[in-house]
């Protein structure tokens, strides 16, 4: 007994439609939803931004750190410019972190558990404010010295700190000698552990 193979249909051709689009100038991107929301929703969203925002610059200070080392026979603007990156990624991750510690504090009541040590706090709001306040307390261009503000809180809990000096240690590195960034991602994992818990 034999059998016949049967023949395949042939397909469709397929029908093809083309447009253009003309996209018209200003474009708006809504970066925040103000829609309403259950508050819980808004914290758990603000605390991702920051604890991934503060990784993120944390991982791209330690690669411009390393580069000027790598880096650090040359001179002129190469040298000039690895140098500038290095502040420019410092001042960022202060920036993140400093945000992520008001949204812990600012959330408590709505995520009960979340929230950074009240030293390590205090003092990535307090150096922050430094660092984005320079003018205020950078060398060779604050005029007259803060009796008041956070350079000085900071100065009596750490009277060790040394602001826009980066301390290198074999296992550690410290920004303004106090700033210990190994126990900082040490914390950033045990609040990203704590908020896979609430989602």
């Known amino acids: 007994m034999t059998h016949g193979h049967r023949k395949k249909k042939p397909k469709p051709p397929v029908q093809r439609v083309q447009f253009t689009v003309k996209l018209e100038p200003p ?40 580069r000027e080392f790598r880096l650090a026979s040359t001179s002129g603007p190469t040298q000039r410019l690895v140098s500038q990156r290095v502040r420019i990624d410092e001042h960022m991750l202060l920036a993140a ?3 992520l510690q008001k949204a ?14 009240p030293e390590l706090a205090d003092l990535l709001k307090n150096l922050r404010n430094v660092y984005e306040h320079w003018e205020d307390y950078m ?17 009596a809990a750490h009277p060790e ?3 826009w000096a980066i301390e290198i240690w074999p296992d550690d590195v410290k920004l303004a000698c106090v700033l210990s960034l190994r126990e900082l991602q040490q914390h950033l994992r045990r609040l990203g552990r704590d908020l896979r818990k609430f989602t």
Do not use: C, M, Y
Not at 139 to 155: D, E, I, M, R
């Open 104 to 117: 812990t504090a600012l959330f408590a009541n709505d995520l009960p558990g979340l929230s950074l040590p």
């Open 139 to 155: 060398p060779h261009v604050a005029t007259v010295a803060l009796p008041k503000g956070s350079g000085p809180k900071l100065k």
């Open 161 to 163: 700190a040394h602001f």
């Open 27 to 66: 474009l708006l991107r809504q970066i925040i939803d103000d829609s309403p929301r259950p508050r819980r929703e808004v914290a758990l969203e603000h605390l991702w931004l920051w604890l991934n925002a503060t990784l993120t610059h944390l991982f791209r200070f330690r690669r411009s750190l390393r």
């Open 97 to 99: 972190a400093a945000n």
